[in-house]
């Protein structure tokens, strides 16, 4: 039974940064990539980043330049290090595993950009 968590959402005011993490219960090496997603209220949910298992990374156009996603393979942890951050980046942010044909989804942390 794959597990993701996710943790280090909050409150965070207009141009703040924020950095949330991603922990799975096996090796994160063993997922052909990992993800996260965000779905603002009465939204769909949107890909925010990505990192395939051999490093490659994606970006929406929305936050390039301001969003990294990077990750500790000892520590089986994917992190969203969020910074520059506006109203519109607020959201319930997901944690996104993709292997052997099948999505695993952590339960979602909150992101509030407010001041």
């Known amino acids: 039974q794959v597990e993701l968590v996710e943790s280090g959402g909050g409150l965070v005011q207009p141009g703040g940064s924020l950095e949330l993490s991603c922990t799975t219960s096996?090796?994160?090496?063993?997922?052909?990539?990992i993800a996260w997603y965000r779905q603002a209220p009465g939204k769909e949910r949107d890909l925010v980043a990505t990192?395939?298992?051999?490093?490659?990374?994606h970006y929406a156009d929305s936050v390039k330049g301001r969003f990294t996603i990077s990750r500790d393979g000892a520590a089986n942890t994917v992190y969203l290090q969020m910074s520059s951050l506006k109203p519109e980046d607020t959201a319930v942010y997901y944690c996104?595993?993709?292997?052997?044909?099948?999505?695993?989804w952590g339960q979602g942390t909150q992101v509030t950009v407010s001041a």
């Open positions: 990192i395939a298992v051999l490093g490659s990374k």
């Open positions: 996104n595993a993709y292997k052997l044909s099948r999505d695993y």
């Open positions: 096996e090796n994160i090496l063993n997922f052909d990539r």
